[in-house]
């Protein structure tokens, strides 16, 4: 069955540091895939998506995430996460035009001052 | 400009009675969807609609669930007898529908709560 996985409910990290938010798909067939975020209290948000234009996609807040074909992969980062940053963050991948999106279990991330 | 836009905010009801959510959507946008989010959940699949059709409405856990969409605008998702499970917050979405990298954009959410 066609999925998303991220790994980790819940990660923290310190002001400063590296976020690495994991998100993998399963399908041979690499799928159109997005992160979204939803700050506490509001709707969820486009942070970046992948278009097949280039692995690399740089999105909103300086977040970026990185398509790996070969891993199956599609990994959120931030170089320097920032107070700001916590909020739950949700993979998610679409198969063709008339499908739905399905979405991940999210992670929520947690900024230590 | 406006943006998605759900009625209302929060519902409070008791078991077994019925109730209905509202979407409007961003005006021009044929694609809407609705999902549901659990406490500690993702987002799960509920309903697709293209214009006024749902291609997919795989998501809708029980026949207690129905949703419609009119002139290719507004959607109401219904649910008939509503259960204590059935506690959760309800997003919509739309989008252009231009392709398969749509952006969807979501609405605020309907917290439902089943007493």
């Known amino acids: 069955a066609q999925s998303v996985t991220q790994l980790g409910s819940h990660v923290s990290v310190s002001e400063g540091a590296l976020v690495l938010l994991r998100c993998n798909y399963s399908s041979s067939v690499p799928p159109y895939l997005f992160w979204y975020v939803q700050y506490p209290n509001q709707g969820l948000q486009l942070l970046l998506k992948?278009?097949?234009?280039?692995?690399l996609v740089k999105g909103i807040n300086g977040f970026e995430a990185e398509f790996k074909k070969s891993e199956t992969s599609f990994h959120l980062t931030k170089p320097s996460a920032h107070m700001s940053d916590a909020a739950e963050y949700f993979c998610?991948?679409?198969?063709?035009?008339?499908?739905?999106?399905?979405f991940g279990s999210g992670t929520r991330l947690s900024i230590r001052p | 400009g406006a943006g998605v836009s759900q009625s209302p905010s929060n519902k409070v009801t008791e078991k077994g009675k019925d109730v209905e959510l509202r979407c409007d959507p961003i005006s021009g946008h044929t694609a809407l969807y609705w999902y549901r989010q659990s406490l500690g959940q993702g987002l799960e699949f509920l309903i697709y609609f293209q214009g006024n059709s749902a291609p997919d409405k795989s998501g809708l856990p029980s026949d207690r669930f129905s949703a419609e969409r009119t002139g290719g605008s507004v959607s109401t998702l219904t649910i008939q007898r509503t259960q204590q499970e059935d506690s959760a917050v309800y997003l919509c979405?739309?989008?252009?529908?231009?392709?398969?990298?749509?952006?969807?954009?979501f609405g605020p959410g309907t917290r439902l709560t089943v007493l």
């Open positions: 992948y278009t097949s234009a280039a692995t």
């Open positions: 979405a739309s989008s252009p529908d231009r392709g398969q990298t749509d952006t969807q954009y």
């Open positions: 998610a991948v679409r198969y063709s035009s008339a499908s739905k999106i399905i």
